[in-house]
């Protein structure tokens, strides 16, 4: 079964990346750094599905039209299906905009040199962070 997934890039006043420390257990890449996000429900579009994902994870309440988007991606997801992933820029966020209600808190990503030897940035988040870093 194939499943679009939205995951949103949020960005700070000074242009570093917050990131989520995945939950250690039940989640695909378990204790890895990524984005906040996850799959669409049913009925709902990507950019629905990002505004909840938002909301659910890290308690920000935002409109869809507070998201730009960023680019879609081709992923391979747990046990091998193939799924869409859309990604979204959320800019303007801080770190004390955040409370964690999903994973184990946020990590800050400030260049590409933080992202290119860090062993703990999951596959799919490094190559949105290249994409990001690089455009």
Not at 15 to 40: A, H, N
Not at 95 to 122: F, K, L, R
């Amino acid at each position: 079964m194939e499943q679009h997934a939205a995951g949103i890039i949020l960005v700070t006043p000074g242009g570093s990346v917050i990131l989520q420390q995945r939950d250690r257990s039940g989640v695909e890449q378990p204790g890895k750094i990524s984005f906040f996000g996850g799959g669409c429900e049913e009925g709902e579009t990507v950019k629905e599905s990002a505004v909840r994902e938002l909301r659910e994870e890290t308690g920000l309440d935002v409109s869809p039209d507070d998201l730009e988007l960023f680019k879609e991606y081709d992923v391979t997801a747990h046990e091998g299906r193939h799924s869409g992933a859309t990604f979204f820029v959320l800019r303007g966020i801080t770190p004390e905009d955040i409370t964690v209600y999903e994973g184990e808190g946020v990590v800050m990503v400030c260049s590409w040199e933080d992202v290119q030897g860090h062993p703990g940035i999951a596959s799919v988040a490094r190559q949105v962070l290249d994409d990001w870093f690089n455009s």
